[in-house]
């Protein structure tokens, strides 16, 4: 009887400790303490279409920093060289098990000058799932991009499956990355509407579908910080991809970035604009084109073309974004007074924005 009752307390001292340590994990909140450090708040997001032992080919890093107000998103193509073991021996990213996520996090830090406190990793079904939390994205589609999906030019409602077509309409790893730059600079602009979902069942929600080490407490925490940030920069890491098919920043890249944008994560300084516009008459009105960039060449942005859109009855004035940079817009609208903004990411032009001047510029 006595080895009975034994056994029993065994049994509820176990039960307690379990207890306490699960209550312990749920309501800790690294992310405050983080910030009372005044360290940058770092995810590695990463996934796939499908799971793969652990392994993805989609990787970035998302980095907040409190005390300057932006949040930056540095995307790593699949074959990024990653010296995991610290032996000299780099292997390809998309190679690379997440669940050795702290020897990932010190190797990054190494190479470019970030390390990641957490992690997640979402799949397509993932990211079905929280678009429809969300109740869908007005994405922007342009010309091509509205033709694959059958819709308009322009603003266009994507629910869940729609947003996993719209990101997967090119087999190339950088147009999936400038896909997800024009879901996550659309959701940065329009924050506060989204913040509305953002509550204890939406974390955990969040937390059922993806693989992470955040708890929903900390989930919250990091969208409200995010949403408090008054500038976001996404940016695909620059380098050099060598001989043995490996991807990594030489010299003269880490320098561009390390210029470009951890300098300006990092540092509250207002930089000289060194902004690319392309400015196109959207109306049958002449010189409507002309005049808006004679006023942002005044102010000292370059302007490498100008000309006629094809719509020739735009009523308001458009900023679209071509590259990953929300003060580029924030300073263009600005000067210009225009107020309408939509993302389209093409890392492959040499133009930051695109301007479709409407009638409403003859004011």
Known sequence: MGAKRAVVLIIL???????????????????????????????LICGGNKFNDNKHRFNCVLTINTETKRAGIVFLPPN??????????????????????????????????IKPQFYAVFYAPDARKITNIVEGIDIFLPESSAAVHSSVYGMNYLDGEKIMNFINMNDSIYSKYDRLQDIFLTLFEKREMYMKFMNKYTANEIRKSIVTNLQNNEIISIADILSSCEELNCINLPGRVSDDGMFSADEISFKMYEDTFLRWLIV???????????????TDIPGLAKRVRSALMREGISVIEFGTHQMNNLEESVIISNKGNNNDIKLVSELTGIKKVYHSVDSTQVYDLTILVGKDMVK
Not at 19 to 38: H, M, P, Q, T, W
Not at 82 to 90: K, P, S, T, V
């Open 13 to 43: 001292i176990v039960a307690v400790i379990i207890g306490f340590c699960s209550y312990r994990r749920s309501s800790r909140n690294a992310v405050d303490k983080i910030l009372s450090e005044k360290q940058l708040v770092s995810i």
């Open 80 to 113: 990024f060289a990653i010296d995991i073991d610290d032996d000299g021996n780099a292997v390809k990213l998309e190679d690379v098990d997440v669940r050795d996520f702290s020897d990932m996090s010190r190797a990054f830090y190494k190479s470019f000058k």
């Open 268 to 282: 509250k300084e207002k930089n000289a604009p060194n902004i690319r516009v392309k400015i196109l008459n959207a």
